[in-house]
């Protein structure tokens, strides 16, 4: 009788509204309770109970209450839900279909339906589907919801991890649509026979879609005149038909462990643009002379061209004949071992003058899995980056300062690659930071290119990588515009792709840009603006994609190693406040390694975020950057997850000074 009340309802809502709130995050726990997470330093502590009402990450207003001297959260009112749209596994629930989404923090399975012209019937347990959520507790519903508008694939699909990656971020899974046939473009171009000069492709063994061919001439005077040879896909895709705006949409080929799908049909990335050997193709090319000091001149010159490779070359067999002086699989003739002696030179000189002018970063392994035709890991293998990689690398980086220097100077617009270096707003703590560790810096010199610069080379000399790791988190990102501003991080004043036409849209623009250029037009059209901000949420999303599938695949490999206990040894590249998580060297999975498997009595661990330390007893044993050997105690498949701990061991302390330090943490909490 008193349920409907309105005195009573009246009562309650003036009671609530003395009661203080608070706006925050939910951070849920594996225990059922959570936390209202204000700012870094002040969280509220949510019973499960109330966790029933919210999900991890929801933004909510939540009551403040005291109950037996202590604070606790009640959430109560929905400002901004976590999830929307969501992958997950069907779980039948008393024969009532329901959903449990993919998230290590969502664990709880949600109510669900079957959008119109999808038969519940076609749903089995355990199959991955696209569901979204339609009904929240915090909005007067009774509990969740969700709708299920796609099925990804069947439960024990041995491709779930690529299929499922894709559909989480929105990403597609195949190829665009191939054309009945293939007519280049009249795009009024001249375009220069050098099929005569031994062009050569350097690339990975495996490589289709190739894009860039190399033709040097090391000179009398010891200069070297490099022509690059870019393939030329808007030779065949016109500006703003269907065929580009889906190119624009993908943004760039998507690589993933084991496979790739490309940004444009394979009859143009991997045969009529590529670049294969002793086939005629379309290229836009750049021929620049590079001074004995390694300067690039200012004499480039951009054309179109038509090219034959006359040798497709292997990273490794070309590392090892300079590196050993002979491969035993390959030996070039009098021809093509004149152009890698000549490139090899040239990458030499650019080295030394970006080392010494610019920033040069320590190279680190790419790590590729090896997969059998039923997709399991058969081995990870370490590549590393060798001489081959650095020659294609200065010579890609060579052309792509020219093509910004152009475009800057031509137009005063394009597609570039920009860096703002140090964040404004963190500039004092960098200073600070720096000054500290044994620099003689100021804000205004790290405000400059030159400065900047030579910071980082001050970097690379350093004994360890702790002050360079800590540094990067002071950075702004890397982003892409269409104004010619600085690479900071690069140390170069202008930077502008087109190298990767067949892989990434910003270089098609690009090129389109350059062929004005050929054609002598004094004007032409600005990119659109939002094209920066799309391609970098492409990087983005594919960056996330490749990662997720990796996980996926290094739980699969490492599901043996906990009750191998291997020992692995590992580097530290992040410490927050719940322990740190370490790079496998071996293989580069990511383990996390927890304070309470540091040693037993967690309370005597301080994991510090901010200065990227974590003590034991007070002092400090682990820091960003050391190498140190780990065991991996737990493979947590539903989660994709990897947790180790150190094989070094923390003696236990004396039973008053681990009394003395229960009493300290007591007080302080």
Known sequence: MFQDNPLLAQLKQQIKETIPKKEGTIKATEKGFGFLEVDNKTSYFIPPIYMKKVMHGDKVVA????????????????????????????????????????????????????????????????????????????????????????????????????????????????????????????????????????????????????????????????????????ADPTAYVAENTQLDKQARDRGYTIYLPGRNIPMLPRELSDDLCSLREEEIRPALCCRVTVQADGTITDNASFFSATIKSQARLAYDNVSDWLENGHCENWQPNDIIAEQVNALHGLAKVRVNWRETHAVTFPDRPDYRFELSEDNDVVAIHVDARRIANRMVEEAMITANICAGRALREHFGFGVFNTHAGFSPEKMADVVELINQHGGDVSADNLATIEGFSALRRWLNTQETSYLDNRIRKFQSYSEVGNAPLPHFAMGLDVYATWTSPIRKYGDMINHRLLKAIVRGETAAQTPDDMIGEELALHRKHHRMAERDVSDWLYVRLLKDSVREKKTFLAEIFDINRAGMRVRLLENGAMTFIPGSLICENKKRVECNAEAGTLSVDGNKEFQLGDQIEVIITDIKEPTRSIVGKPTREFAVVAEKNEADVTTVDAKSE
């Open 63 to 230: 009551l403040i209450r005291t109950e037996k001297e202590k604070e606790l959260a009640e959430p109560d009112e929905l400002v901004e839900q976590s999830i929307t749209r969501f992958i997950g596994r069907v779980k039948m629930i008393r024969d009532k279909l329901n959903v449990v989404p993919d998230s290590p923090q969502l664990k709880d399975a949600i109510r669900a339906k079957t959008r119109k012209g999808l038969s519940h019937d076609a749903l089995s347990e355990g199959d991955w589907v696209v569901a979204s959520l339609i009904r929240h507790p915090l909005n007067g519903e009774n509990g969740f919801f969700c709708e299920i508008s796609e099925k990804i694939t069947d439960a024990n699909d041995k491709i779930a991890p690529w299929w499922v990656t894709l559909a989480k971020h929105s990403l597609p899974n195949q190829e665009p649509a191939p054309q009945d046939n293939w007519e280049m473009l009249d795009e009024s171009l001249v375009r220069e026979d050098l099929t005569h000069l031994p062009f050569i492709t350097i690339d990975n063994a495996s490589t289709k879609d190739m894009d860039d061919a190399l033709y040097t001439v090391a000179n009398a005077d010891g200069t070297f005149t490099l022509t690059i040879a870019i």
